[in-house]
């Protein structure tokens, strides 16, 4: 990750033209994004390439932030696979609900139509793998099987949590709490269950001591 003194300016400064774009109800431009930041029109540059450089980064900082949020707590390694995995998907959602607005105008656009390239999916796939790889619970087999595609699986499927949350209106979002602790007690459940562990042992020693053997059929 870029050093903290560089990502802090450019996060002050996206947050500051995502509050003027809930302003104005539409995208805001050069001058105003300046003008809501309290910096020249040139500050935007010397940060960002582009106008819409600035709103991709808002999303792309969020797994970043959330990262920092984890690093300072105690007890974060005693939680199970689960409360780590939707631990991470509510800080998330909390963070994009403090912009909900903006979000419901841009998330589709923005993020989820360029899934495969966008900077949010590539960070979000990252802390799901530092998040399920580090975790001491693992199965034998989870370790043996984890590859990217995994990781970028469950990525994707969270833009697809994200897309139905932003479209919940139940009281407190509560059905989109219900899909998290749903999806991610079995993603966990899959990923450090003993059964396949067990099945593979049993498997090799019927194997070793000749109890499992391989039928011949002659014409």
Request: proline residues 4%; hydrophobic residues 40%.
């Amino acid at each position: 990750m870029e050093n903290s003194e560089n990502f802090s300016k450019k996060l002050e400064l996206a947050e500051a033209a995502v509050y003027a774009w809930e302003s104005e109800g539409r995208r805001p431009g050069l001058f105003e994004i300046a003008s809501s930041a309290g910096i020249p029109a040139s500050g935007v540059y010397e940060l960002f390439p582009n106008v819409p450089a600035v709103f991709h980064f808002w999303y792309e900082s969020l797994p970043a932030r959330y990262q920092m949020m984890t690093a300072s707590l105690e007890d974060y390694d005693r939680l199970i696979l689960s409360e780590k995995l939707s631990n991470f998907m509510l800080t998330i959602t909390d963070m994009m609900g403090e912009h909900r607005v903006f979000c419901r105008a841009t998330f589709d656009e923005m993020v989820y139509k360029n899934q495969s390239w966008h900077p949010f999916t590539q960070k979000t796939q990252e802390q799901l793998r530092v998040i399920i790889s580090e975790h001491e619970g693992l199965s034998r087999t989870a370790q043996i099987v984890l590859w990217d595609d995994i990781y970028a699986f469950l990525s994707y499927e969270f833009l697809h949590v994200i897309k139905f949350w932003l479209s919940d209106e139940s009281p407190d979002q509560e059905k989109t709490m219900m899909l998290i602790d749903h999806f991610n007690g079995t993603v966990a459940e899959l990923m450090t269950t003993r059964i396949i562990d067990r099945g593979t042992d049993l498997a090799r020693f019927f194997w070793n001591e000749g109890l499992i053997k391989i039928p011949f059929f002659s014409r």
